[in-house]
């Protein structure tokens, strides 16, 4: 299979976060409009038989991906504890100035700062033979130093200045798809996120159905479109940067994947209790023509929930394989043709303590 990185840069706000499972379901429609209703149901039902692949990773600004915290050994806890009380003492004799915080209380504040890592995923594809104290750095000196002395200063703040994206709440009113009209009084709030101007986000794609000219194609059009909710009304909009097809040497001996997707395991393929990794309920919901529901239907257009897991987790696997995670067929049962993908663009690692 191919890969390709797609780097994106929003020119509009997002009403839907960029989640692989949305993206792979709008990628569908927009194939059905480029190339007709019969040319996806004959892509779809090759994807279900696992004879094609589709697989894409949700967006991630600046190519950054926030890895799960792994915890410590106790050992090594009380270890990392009595080397960051030292440096805290030198601090203070260095600079003549004691920092009135308990010293268990700054250590917690230390842990929760570092409890997960933002780490490039370019530099993750160039060396998947990793340590785990040396991916988390938690044992470095200029690392504890810095955030002693950015606690002594308050600077441990975020800039609203920095900031590269901003969720607004926005106050709605609920639609009566029954009546096609507005409940009066029933209000509830969602999230728009407005990105920093010339942002770029990447999306990973691993595919044996389109080359990077198709990808580009479907892309561009996709950004026209709109992504995700209210993309009617102007939201999700996006120009495509850059398409370019990566070579990439994956590891041979894996013992984790990194999953860059929203991912439903198959039960023979990790192993959970020895994995770091956040889960989350997904109620898909059907979009363009079947937004209203299906041969009139007004609930048909919301997918059964499903179970899955957060992109940024760290996953022990049993074996080495092409594709993690499997295709969910079931999702609507007013139409066979609706999937939903669970499969993961991973990224395979040998992570050793």
Known sequence: ?????????????????????????????????????????????????????????????????????????????????????????????????????????????????????????????????????????????????????????????????????????????????????????????????FYAEQLHITIYIKTDCFNIDELKDLFENFGKYGYGADSSIGKGLFKVIKIEQLQIEENKSPNYILSLSNYIPDEKEVVLNESYYSVFLKQGKLGSEYSGGINGNTRSYVKVPLIMIKEGSLLKVKENKQVYGKIITDVNKYNSNIIHSGQTFDIKLNLSN
């Open 1 to 193: 299979m191919n890969i390709f990185k797609i780097t994106i840069t929003p020119i509009s706000p997002f009403a839907s976060p960029l989640q692989s499972d949305t993206i792979w379901g709008q990628c569908m429609w927009m194939i059905k409009f480029l190339k007709g209703e019969n040319y996806l149901i004959s892509l779809l039902n090759e994807i279900k038989e696992n004879k094609k692949f589709f697989i894409v990773s949700s967006g991630f600004v600046n190519d950054e991906v926030l890895l799960p915290f792994i915890p410590l050994e106790i050992e090594k806890e009380k270890e990392l504890q009595n080397k960051f009380n030292t440096i805290k003492e030198d601090y203070e004799k260095e600079t003549g100035d004691k920092i009135q915080k308990d010293s268990d209380f700054l250590f917690y504040l230390f842990m929760k700062k570092n409890k997960q890592k933002k780490m490039k995923i370019n530099e993750i594809f160039k060396n998947t033979n990793l340590n785990i104290q040396q991916l988390y750095n938690l044992f470095d000196d200029k690392k504890i130093k810095y955030f002693i002395s950015n606690i002594k200063n308050n600077k441990n703040k975020s800039s609203l200045e920095n900031k590269i994206q901003e969720n607004i709440s926005v106050i709605r009113n609920r639609i009566n798809r029954l009546k096609n009209t507005v409940d009066i009084g029933a209000l509830f709030d969602s999230y728009i996120t």
